[in-house]
């Protein structure tokens, strides 16, 4: 165990914790307006990634181009879903928010499987991002570079946007209460479908990262991230921006270690310890590292 | 126990001693099949429909019942190598199965009552992603104690154990307790802590006692469940027991109306019965057709009838009791 050793596996942390974040806020952010537990989600940067396989091999030559269509691709398919399988239960139940985002999941998994393929498949990397490189003895992996970049630049963008702008603060005042919004005159369906809008198109930025960093995508690679996303989001303090952002990177650095400092026989146990993490957070702080406590009232 | 329950009772011993001895091999498991899936969705009615917890780790209770039950009643010449690292005491002893289901049951009520008494304190969103935690812990725990349960590659060579009768008497026996549950004082305490658990507090209502004995009875019929599916399909994988099934359960459970016996019953029915009959569709390309029929379907039911097929009503035959119960 030495210092090297120490700051190789903070770099890996870093890295898979910026996934965690790109995800968690994204979120997080259809959670702070519908309280939606979006199961739906890690599906979206599935199928993104999934689609990234084909478009690649068929239409888009440009890496730049192929992530930008991507994204879009996940952003609109997050407004469809939106308007056929979300706006019409404004006002139900969360219960049946959350059954329908699990129908939304199936339909996405049962769909990428009939459409594209079953098998995992190979996710083309471009020479930059999958380059290692040597900074001060550390290995980092280009794309990891470019997830931690994008991931910083959303959070920080997405924050700003829900801070000052007139759509953002429109935005926070339909999750603050949606009724009393309205009488406000504001119309909450353009709010509420423009955060689909941008966590979807977030799911699909983690898509693609995933893919390069990963070289391999399947139909099913989107569940678990999706599941520890929450768990970030939760552990930050679910609805705020900031807080998801946090979230994902004490989840991405407290997984890699554990991995890393304890002996080999434990790593199989990884998702235990993440989700026995959750525990902890929510016995102890259940407003998370950020969050505001809301108390109980008859 | 009254009259009905009896007539229920023998009806059902009818029907299945009819299907033992008639019925297709194909039919008869289909029928076993929807048992288990009729006392699934029954048993976590009474955490999700009666209560106001809404849990999301069933699958993780059926999963200790199977796994349970499964090491403890495996043969007596599998045993060295399949437990070969460990005490050979373990190795000689054979458990009769209805022990090995009880056995199952202790095991997920301890479980329950482990994690109950810490996430118990959790509300809403907080606890429904708490449970599927579980759900995760356990699969991973599945996985990875393979001296135990041989991990991924699965535990194979269980007894044959289930049969027809043992399906529906457990179901029968499932809904029975639940319907007790809920036409009791206890049913009551439930009402009030579902619909505003401050104020049920406030009126002396235990409700901490109250969710955390829902919580842990339910967790108990899941094991029994779990035990004879692992006792009916011979080989159980970690994945097998995990949000597929959750999932399909708690679709049951709500498409035939939270809080209703009768809709649980109904919903299982229903959504058991669909993808099996739509499965003709799926050749070739098509497969799993019948998966994206039936999350259709539920969108469609959560949309045009978000209460559920029956809501919170129960169908019931004769002179139906004051229950006191329907909002």
């Given at each position: ?46 199928v993104?990634?999934?689609s ?18 991507i ?17 019409p ?31 995992p498949?190979r ?5 930059v991002l999958?380059k ?49 919004s ?69 989840l991405?650095?407290?997984e ?15 998702d ?27 | 126990?009254n ?9 059902l ?23 288990l899936y009729?006392?699934?969705s ?22 200790l019942?199977?796994?349970?039950s ?12 399949t ?18 289901l ?13 994690i ?8 809403g969103?907080?606890?429904?992603v ?18 135990l ?20 008497g ?18 009551l ?17 235990p ?14 019929m899941a ?7 692992a ?6 994988q ?20 939270l ?5 649980s ?5 229903v ?18 057709l019948?998966?994206?029929?039936l ?33």
């Open positions: 165990m030495n210092v090297d050793y120490f700051f190789q596996q903070l770099v890996n942390g870093l890295a898979i914790g910026s996934l965690y974040a790109l995800v968690a806020v994204g979120l997080s952010m259809v959670y702070g307006i519908l309280r939606l537990i979006n199961f739906a989600h890690g599906d979206l940067m599935m993104a990634a999934m990234g396989v084909t478009l690649l091999l068929f239409l888009v030559k440009s890496p730049f181009i192929l992530f930008i269509a994204a879009l691709l996940a952003g609109l398919l997050g407004l469809v879903f939106e308007r056929i399988a979300y706006r239960l404004r006002g139900a139940p969360e219960v049946n928010l959350l059954i329908t985002s699990f129908a939304v999941s199936s339909i996405l998994q049962t769909g990428t499987v009939m459409a594209i393929t079953a098998q498949r996710f083309e990397t471009v020479p999958s290692l490189y040597d900074v001060a003895g550390l290995q980092i992996r280009g794309a990891d570079i470019a997830t931690f970049i994008i991931a910083v630049l959303s959070a920080l963008a997405l924050t700003w946007f829900t801070r000052t702008s007139r759509t953002g603060i429109a935005m926070r005042a339909v999750s603050e209460n949606l009724q009393v309205m009488l406000m005159g504001i119309n909450p369906s353009r709010p509420i479908a423009l955060a689909f809008f941008i966590g979807s198109l977030l799911a699909g930025v983690a898509g693609v990262l995933w893919g390069w960093k990963y070289g391999q995508v399947d139909p099913t690679m989107g569940f678990l991230p999706g599941l520890k996303a929450f768990v970030a989001a939760v552990i930050g303090g679910i609805g705020s921006i900031p807080g998801a952002f946090v979230g994902g990177y004490v991405g650095l407290a890699v270690f554990f991995i890393g400092f304890l002996p080999p026989s434990f790593s199989g146990y990884r235990v310890f993440v989700f026995a993490l959750l525990f902890i957070v929510l016995l102890v702080r259940p407003q998370g590292i950020l969050g505001a406590a809301k108390g109980r009232r008859a | 126990m009259w009905k329950w009896l007539l229920v009772v023998v009806a011993f009818i029907i299945c001693f009819w299907a033992d001895v008639s019925w297709n091999g194909y039919a008869l498991r289909l029928f076993m099949f929807l048992g009729v006392a699934l029954v048993s976590l009615n009474l955490v999700n429909g009666l209560t106001d917890i809404f849990s999301l780790g069933h699958a993780a209770f059926m999963a019942g199977a796994y349970t499964a090491v403890l009643t495996l043969p007596l010449e599998r045993r060295p190598s437990f070969s690292t460990l005490a050979t005491w373990f190795q000689e002893m054979v458990v009769p199965f209805p022990l090995a009880l056995a199952g049951a202790s095991v997920a009520i301890v479980a329950a009552l482990l109950g008494v810490p996430l118990l304190r959790l509300r969103h907080y606890l429904s708490g449970t599927l935690a579980l759900l995760v812990i356990v699969e991973t725990l599945t996985r990875n104690m393979a001296f349960t041989k991990g991924a590659r699965g535990f194979n060579g269980i007894p044959t154990y289930t049969n027809v009768f043992w399906v529906w457990v179901a029968v026996l499932c809904i029975y307790i639940v319907v007790r549950f809920k036409v009791s004082s206890f049913g305490a439930f009402n009030a802590l579902r619909q505003d658990d401050v104020a049920a507090e406030a009126t002396g209502i409700t901490a006692k109250y969710r955390l004995l829902s919580f842990v009875v339910s967790a108990a094991a029994v469940v779990g035990g004879l599916w006792h009916l399909v011979r080989v159980i970690p994945n097998v027991f995990s949000y597929n099934i959750t999932f399909l359960v708690v679709a049951m459970l709500v498409i035939g109306g809080g209703s016996i009768s809709g019953v109904i919903g299982a029915a959504l058991f019965i669909i993808p099996e009959a739509l499965r003709f569709l799926e050749t070739g390309r098509l497969f799993g019948s998966q994206l029929i999350a259709l379907l539920l969108i469609v039911v959560m949309v045009f009838r978000p209460q559920g097929l029956l809501g919170r009503k129960e169908i019931s035959f004769g002179k139906q009791r004051a229950t006191s119960n329907e909002q």
